[in-house]
């Protein structure tokens, strides 16, 4: 089957820790991106990545990182610097060659007590 | 700062109607937009998009964009009960990278039986 996964489902971490969210496609999407959902808000883009080895800030990349070493994964890391960490983060993908459309994963949910 | 615009809701709708899901946007020089449909604890799932003006028709779900008002339209004709879901509008803003979606908050929508 080909998809977006993510893991692990439910995280739950202590303030001061860093945590990193897994996001893998079997879709030879190009594109891959991070978002970032809280309760009454849309989707902030965290970060996002067109090619292996690139990758570049979204509109709230502060206390957040990234690596794209391989074209099928993107994971990010919530640093402690990171001030509300509790949130919903979703990965998508996009084919780049071809549209627009970018397709979410199941999603993570965080929670930093 | 460039936007996408969506009444929260809720908008609730007898089971048979047609719902009537509406978005704004902020940049005349906007282009492609999308629908996601996202039910509770769930990722946002591609329903719809549309690139030119006027409508396109998928099954029950007709898109219907408007440039010249800057508004884009979602209608869900003989709505069902598993239609209810928070619907969010996205549009690749003008001046933006051409990679990089604008969501709106999103609407609720309820049907009820």
């Known amino acids: 089957d080909g998809g977006i996964t993510q893991s692990p489902k439910y995280l739950f971490r202590k303030e001061g820790q860093n945590v990193t969210l897994s996001c893998e496609q079997n879709?030879?999407?190009?594109?891959m991106y991070w978002y970032r959902q809280d309760p009454g808000q849309g989707l902030r883009l965290i970060y996002y990545?067109?090619?292996?080895?690139?990758?570049q800030k979204g509109d709230i990349a502060e206390g957040y990182s990234v690596s794209r070493e391989k074209k099928e994964s993107f994971p990010l890391t919530v640093t402690s610097a990171q001030k509300n960490p509790t949130a919903f983060y979703l990965c998508?993908?996009?084919?780049?060659?071809?549209?627009?459309?970018?397709?979410f994963g199941p999603g993570t949910r965080l929670t930093v007590t | 700062q460039k936007e996408v615009e969506q009444n929260s809701g809720p908008l609730s709708v007898p089971e048979g109607a047609i719902a009537s899901l509406n978005c704004t946007y902020s940049?005349?020089?906007?282009?492609?937009f999308f629908w996601y449909r996202q039910y509770s604890g769930k990722s946002p799932e591609l329903i719809m998009f549309i690139y030119s003006n006027g409508d396109k028709e998928d099954g029950r779900f007709t898109a219907q964009l408007n440039k010249a008002s800057q508004y884009v339209s979602l209608l869900i004709r003989d709505s069902q009960p598993s239609d209810s879901a928070t619907y969010l509008c996205a549009g690749v803003l003008s001046g933006g990278s051409n990679y990089k979606l604008t969501f709106g908050k999103g609407t609720l929508l309820t049907v009820n039986p």
């Open positions: 940049d005349r020089g906007s282009q492609s």
């Open positions: 990545s067109q090619i292996v080895n690139d990758f």
């Open positions: 879709l030879n999407h190009d594109a």
């Open positions: 998508a993908s996009r084919r780049v060659t071809s549209s627009y459309e970018q397709y």
